[in-house]
């Protein structure tokens, strides 16, 4: 484990503090910050029977800090767009996402031209997800939603809260019916824009290395700018869309720069996308005059045009309905005004990242998730509580005899392909095991509640495991109390106090 992961979690109470009293802070701000646990890491496998080859000690699995999302202002926007700062008045999109490590860009996956550690040995894939109107029902990925966060976040032992996900998040790949008009609406996401971290994102010749030693491997302390075509505006809205000038009609996909860069100090990769978020903006990263909107995302491109072209094209769908249940994605558009949707740090947004096994035709394995979900909360009612460990043993005593034997336990067939949210623990099984991470999870001190009382009693335990009360402190059931369950604890704490 890394040193800077140790200080973080021996930090953890003043962490604590400080989170809770950002989120109070009242008012506008030029960025939002969402803030994720170093060490939190989970590595889900996608592959049937679990047996490609993937080693998390050769391939570091990525593992979120933090993102920043807001509105930026470069120094000189015809020079490097990277420097400047965060303004209220900002007219360019900035997102920063720092994980923990060194992480390098993605190599590509396809069959054909396999070759995922072309840039070094740590390759993060995944999508950042925008929701810039705040609504569930408009935007979304009809085409393969399964290689988003909806679909995988309950890997990870719990069901997020709150309305935004409900009825929209897998339980089991087989809740999925590929129905767009019933539940779990996985394809409703609501985001209107994502960040693709994907080898098929680079444009022609586009890396250009600012620090390193031109060896086409990033490595410690380098920074490279990647040319590509990194920002999408969601998928869902293509066929219903009056965009001309992508690759396919209504495809919204501009060329723009993405940066990767690995601060020794910190021992973090920052990865950063700045994006005009007005046409204005987009024409002085060229020392143009700016163009109207006009839909094409081949000359002056931002996401105001973007949503411009979302509301002309909900009007015509609305006036000319094509019949196709999907168009909902869009219609919701019509009465909106894209210049009041430009304030970055309101928008919402979800992340799944994750690796790539060694070999060809396997997918992706999945390593971490923004919003974390609670682990054991596996009915997305924000916490653990005697309803999840209902559901949990309901799950086992209703499936019980799908395997044709009566254990009092669930083998889940074709894991970790498939998966379920009730198997908590993440092993392929869904039994006593996982009840055991229910019952009760952190409260070490038994009063009720999860704080940092407890998180000193899980400290005093990693010195001596087996005094009492540190058979609640091990919350991942391993048999000692470590910086593992610390990771664990500070995303169920309840209280500072």
Do not use: K
């Amino acid at each position: 484990m890394s040193g800077a992961c140790e200080r973080r979690i021996m930090g953890l109470a003043a962490w604590v503090v400080v989170g809770v009293a950002a989120s109070r802070a009242g008012g506008p701000a030029p960025s939002a910050t969402v803030h994720d646990l170093e060490c939190d890491v989970i590595v889900r496998r996608t592959d049937a029977g679990g047996i490609a080859p993937y080693d998390p000690l050769v391939h570091r699995p990525p593992d979120v800090v933090r993102v920043v999302l807001g509105n930026w202002q470069p120094i000189d926007p015809q020079g490097d767009v990277f420097v400047g700062g965060f303004d209220v008045s900002g007219e360019f999109l900035r997102i920063d996402v720092r994980f923990a490590g060194l992480q390098n860009p993605p190599g590509a996956t396809a069959p054909a031209s396999f070759a995922p550690f072309e840039f070094g040995p740590h390759p993060v894939y995944g999508f950042l997800e925008v929701d810039i109107d705040l609504d569930n029902h408009t935007g979304g990925e009809t085409g393969a939603p399964q290689f988003r966060y909806p679909a995988n976040v309950a890997r990870f032992g719990g069901v997020p809260a709150g309305d935004r996900f409900e009825e929209r998040v897998l339980r089991t790949p087989d809740d999925d019916d590929s129905e767009f008009e019933s539940s779990p609406y996985v394809e409703r996401s609501g985001e209107e824009f994502h960040l693709a971290l994907l080898p098929t994102s680079f444009a022609a010749g586009g890396i250009a290395r600012l620090v390193g030693d031109q060896d086409s491997i990033f490595e410690s302390g380098e920074t490279w700018v990647l040319s590509g075509r990194w920002f999408h505006r969601a998928h869902g809205f293509e066929p219903f869309s009056l965009a001309q000038g992508g690759a396919a009609a209504g495809e919204y996909m501009p060329i723009s720069p993405l940066r990767f860069s690995h601060d020794v100090s910190s021992d973090e990769t920052a990865v950063s996308l700045v994006f005009p978020l007005t046409n204005a903006a987009a024409a002085a990263l060229s020392g143009e005059a700016p163009q109207p909107n006009n839909a094409d995302p081949s000359d002056q491109a931002s996401v105001e045009e973007g949503l411009v072209d979302l509301v002309e094209s909900a009007q015509f769908a609305l006036a000319f309905p094509s019949g196709a249940p999907e168009e909902i994605l869009i219609t919701g558009w019509a009465l909106e005004s894209p210049a009041n949707r430009l304030d970055a740090w309101r928008w919402r947004m979800t992340m799944l990242a994750g690796a790539s096994y060694s070999a060809s035709g396997f997918g992706f394995v999945w390593t971490d998730v923004l919003p974390n979900p609670t682990r054991g909360d596996v009915n997305g009612e924000n916490g653990v509580d005697h309803d999840d460990f209902n559901n949990l043993s309901d799950y086992v005593e209703g499936h019980d005899h799908d395997d044709g034997v009566n254990d009092d336990r669930v083998v889940l067939s074709g894991f970790p392909a498939s998966f379920s949210v009730f198997d908590v623990s993440g092993d392929g099984v869904v039994d006593e095991g996982d009840l055991a991470f229910l019952s009760p999870v952190g409260d070490a001190d038994l009063d009720d509640d999860v704080d940092l009382h407890d998180f000193a009693r899980l400290q005093a335990c990693s010195a001596q495991f087996g005094v009492m009360g540190c058979d609640l402190a091990d919350l991942n059931r391993d048999g000692e109390s470590t910086n593992s369950d610390a990771c664990w604890l500070a995303q169920i704490l309840t209280g500072p106090q």
